[in-house]
């Protein structure tokens, strides 16, 4: 009998269709680009000159559509990190691609990006620092608020639609921004957007750059960390939902957000990436790998060539299930005709109806005896169990705690030839 238990913190929230939209997005690539390329660092502090941005082969074409290619669903660009220099041709400081020699001057590599994602029917989404280690008027929080500000509203408004824009905290500990006013930015410009973990977010940070989420991982949240350099939570405004799903950021090389030339070896393989994929995509929440373009303005091709085989491994798994079903309540089972090997099972909950699988069991009829393979909670957007390989002519989905009626989305089996190591 199907146990009613209470539901989770903040039970009962829904998400809104923007959030129902982009959980199904699933993986997204970050985009890291900027002087920092230039100057082989992380983190530039503003004294950089402009005369050093100069990538002689930009083609913003070539990162989207190797995005694409890859599985990804949408693009997020770095269009001012923590030194300051803007990717656009900002009115608001000379600190831009319009003081470098790049384009003569003339160049735009957030429109580039936007008119590329939208080439290729990508979503196209924004990061833009708190922190800026270049403007002077950051001393002064009012006159760096209404600095801001202005930024904010010319990509707001200047580049399309957004799906995400992205709020850094790192650098910004301690510091008060005016979240009012940038909400308000944010809703009379951009309402269709995720906001991620800062102000009034609607997606939160998962806590680590390893793209790794935690399970249970609840789409339910009150708070979450700001930064790498806190463990302090961040104070969301009073009108935060309650249904805040992760995202899971990490880059391809570890532990490096920016290209460095001759650190090929620092590239995840393809075993790293698929373990960062159960644990990302698998545990529920959205994977945002980050993918760096070199000093020529090209994602470099062992980059690529990484990409591809990751996104080909995905695809090998889970593109085509042994079967699959859906509906509601607490059993659920599926016949394989003849009987099959499994090593794998995804679910996904309906979650216009919430999250309300609380404990669940997946069983195999083996020898006409069901056999437990697989305990767990939460369900969510998605959850991938792999299983020690079974041959089975009937897999079940039996769901022990509930807030209420189970609404299933998917419970699909699979054989991906092996196990998760």
Request: net charge negative.
């Amino acid at each position: 009998m199907l146990s009613i238990g209470k539901p989770t913190e903040g039970g009962g929230a829904l998400p809104s269709p923007e959030q129902l939209t982009w959980q199904d997005m699933e993986m997204g690539m970050f985009c890291h680009f900027g002087l920092n390329t230039f100057c082989d660092q992380e983190w530039g502090d503003g004294t950089d000159s402009p005369e050093r941005f100069n990538p002689a082969q930009l083609d913003a074409r070539q990162w989207v559509s190797t995005a694409k290619a890859c599985g990804f669903r949408y693009f997020v660009l770095t269009a001012k990190h923590h030194d300051g220099f803007c990717l656009w041709p900002t009115s608001t400081t000379d600190y831009s691609v319009a003081s470098s020699p790049w384009r003569e001057g003339r160049g735009d590599v957030v429109r580039e990006c936007a008119e590329a994602c939208r080439e290729e029917g990508m979503g196209f989404g924004i990061y833009l620092s708190p922190w800026d280690r270049h403007e002077p008027s950051y001393a002064d929080p009012k006159a760096y608020d209404d600095f801001y500000a202005r930024q904010l509203e010319e990509l707001l408004t200047g580049y399309g639609p957004l799906v995400e824009i992205w709020f850094d905290g790192a650098g910004s500990e301690g510091r008060e921004y005016d979240w009012p006013r940038i909400m308000e930015l944010v809703k009379r410009h951009q309402p269709g957007a995720m906001v991620f973990n800062m102000g009034a977010p609607t997606i939160r940070w998962v806590g680590n750059e390893d793209g790794l989420a935690p399970y249970p991982c609840w789409n339910t949240a009150e708070s979450a960390k700001g930064s790498m350099f806190s463990e302090a939570s961040l104070k969301w405004l009073p009108e935060t939902p309650k249904w805040v799903p992760a995202e899971c950021d990490v880059p391809l090389r570890k532990d490096r957000w920016f290209w460095h030339a001759g650190e090929e070896h620092l590239l995840l393989s393809v075993e790293q990436l698929m373990n960062i994929y159960y644990q990302s995509v698998g545990h529920g929440a959205t994977l945002l790998l980050n993918a760096a373009p070199d000093d020529r303005g090209l994602i470099p091709e062992a980059d690529v060539l990484r990409l591809r085989e990751f996104g080909r491994e995905v695809q090998r798994r889970f593109d085509q299930a042994l079967a699959e079903t859906s509906g509601e309540g607490d059993r659920m089972e599926v016949e394989l005709d003849g009987g099959r090997v499994i090593d794998h099972f995804v679910m996904m909950e309906d979650l216009a109806y919430g999250e309300r699988v609380l404990e669940y069991v997946l069983e195999a009829q083996v020898d006409g005896e069901w056999l437990a393979l697989k305990r767990g909670s939460a369900i969510g957007h998605k959850k991938i169990d792999a299983v020690a390989p079974v041959r089975t002519d009937k897999i079940r989905l039996r769901i022990a705690k509930a807030s209420a009626e189970p609404k299933i989305r998917k419970l699909a089996v699979y054989y991906c030839g092996g196990e998760l190591t």
